[in-house]
């Protein structure tokens, strides 16, 4: 079955810096991946996704980049603020109906 | 669209009782999820319903648990004789197979504790 992998765990950045989260996954059938932002005591909500035949996609300082061949995908966060302190999961399914397959997390603080 | 609701939003139960979680998915929604999430983990698949037919069981929904979702609608998640490994929180998820929003919205979740 499908297994996503995710790095770092934690991330500490400075107000206004840049945040990077790398992901891998080892199902060759995984056509969508989503990445979650989850706050404490809520349930993840999508704030980007990327489809396999997409291999970049941007919504204003939300960024993610798919390298199909290599199985590899990762979430660019530009200018960040505190409010994006949160945990963060990257994840894969074969269609966007289907089962998710969610990575361990990743806690970002951003240090006003 | 008031979102996917979860009844209890917490739960503290000894262990060998049974326990029942309820969720509403958004009105309209056809599929309705089912996933887990321990401390520090990332959520695991559980199961998932069209409409009322559940298309997969995950290997971790044990003899113990069972779903259903009788009309289509609301779902319930039951664990029989809980353990303290079945403590996590449980979150529950809707979407519509074919609408233009196609993505998984998630609920709050119901947090079980057992003892």
């Known amino acids: 079955g499908e297994n996503v992998e995710q790095h770092p765990s934690t991330l500490s950045v400075q107000e206004g810096d840049s945040a990077v989260i790398k992901c891998t996954y080892s199902d060759s059938a995984s056509n969508y991946f989503p990445w979650y932002k989850q706050e404490l005591g809520k349930g993840p909500q999508l704030i980007i996704d990327?489809?396999?035949?997409?291999g970049e996609k941007k919504d204003q300082r939300i960024a993610v980049t798919l390298n199909k061949t290599a199985k590899h995908f990762s979430l660019h966060i530009t200018e960040t603020q505190p409010e994006d302190s949160a945990v963060y999961f990257c994840a894969a399914s074969e269609t966007s109906y289907d089962k998710v397959i969610f990575g361990p997390g990743t806690s970002l603080s951003v240090i006003p | 669209d008031t979102g996917v609701s979860q009844d209890p939003r917490h739960k503290i139960t000894k262990r060998g009782q049974n326990v029942t979680f309820r969720c509403d998915p958004i009105s309209e929604h056809n599929r309705l999820y089912w996933y887990r999430q321990t401390l520090g983990q990332g959520p695991e698949f559980l199961t998932y319903?069209?409409?009322?037919?559940?298309?997969?069981k995950s290997r971790l929904l044990s003899d113990r648990f069972s779903a259903e979702r009788p009309k289509g609608s609301f779902s319930t998640l039951e664990i029989q004789r809980t353990e303290q490994g079945d403590s996590a929180m449980y979150l529950c998820?809707?979407?519509?197979?074919?609408?233009?929003?196609?993505?998984?919205?998630f609920g709050p979740g119901t947090r079980l504790t057992v003892t």
């Open positions: 990327i489809r396999s035949n997409v």
């Open positions: 319903f069209q409409n009322e037919a559940q298309l997969e």
């Open positions: 998820a809707s979407s519509l197979v074919g609408g233009p929003r196609y993505e998984q919205y």
